[in-house]
């Protein structure tokens, strides 16, 4: 199947005519040609109110559940709009639903980076593995021994500073 048409399937066409490009205008117009673009530039003018806001097409355009996600910035919108104007209103509006988004997330993964360690106390969680530095021959500390003494050492998530920790 195709993709869905801008132009319904239809070839598009310019309705201001061959006379859109300047160098066609400077062959020559006739006075036909010269009411019609006079009349064609006339009409890019909008009305004072212009664009006007009909809530039966938003309504038909944003779904319910849509709509009452966007119901609280929309109410901030209308409060802020008559101080700041209506295209100031908007672009806050838009920023202010990103930053609450970027906010969230970053609350939310400190939130699960915090309280969710890899630990002797659960079974999952964020595991940070730190290697230990290289130590090359001439080095000072050659030959690094493992700061590990004994095999109950490795892998103990934490149990031995946990258990001081519940104790005291």
């Known amino acids: 199947m195709g993709h869905a048409s801008d132009t319904g399937g239809v070839k598009p066409m310019s309705i201001a005519g061959r006379l859109v490009s300047e160098r066609e205008r400077l062959v020559g117009m006739t006075d036909a040609e010269r009411a019609f673009r006079a009349q064609w530039l006339k009409d890019q003018h909008l009305s004072p109110n212009e664009p006007y806001f009909v809530p039966e097409m938003y309504?038909?355009?944003?779904?319910?559940?849509?709509?009452?996600?966007?119901?609280?910035?929309?109410?901030?919108?209308?409060?802020?709009?008559?101080?700041?104007?209506?295209?100031?209103?908007?672009?806050?509006?838009?920023?202010?639903?990103?930053f609450l988004m970027v906010a969230a997330f970053g609350y939310g993964a400190t939130y699960y980076f915090k309280y969710n360690g890899h630990d002797?106390?659960?079974?999952?969680?964020?595991?940070?593995?730190?290697?230990?530095?290289?130590?090359?021959?001439?080095?000072?500390?050659?030959?690094?021994?493992?700061?590990r003494s004994k095999g109950s050492d490795y892998s103990d998530r934490g149990f031995k500073e946990g258990s001081k920790n519940l104790t005291m």
């Open 120 to 147: 002797w106390t659960k079974k999952g969680g964020w595991n940070v593995v730190q290697s230990r530095k290289s130590v090359l021959e001439g080095d000072p500390g050659y030959p690094q021994v493992s700061d």
């Open 59 to 98: 309504k038909e355009t944003h779904n319910p559940i849509r709509r009452f996600y966007r119901a609280p910035l929309d109410k901030f919108r209308t409060m802020i709009e008559p101080m700041v104007g209506a295209d100031r209103a908007l672009k806050i509006r838009y920023f202010t639903g990103k």
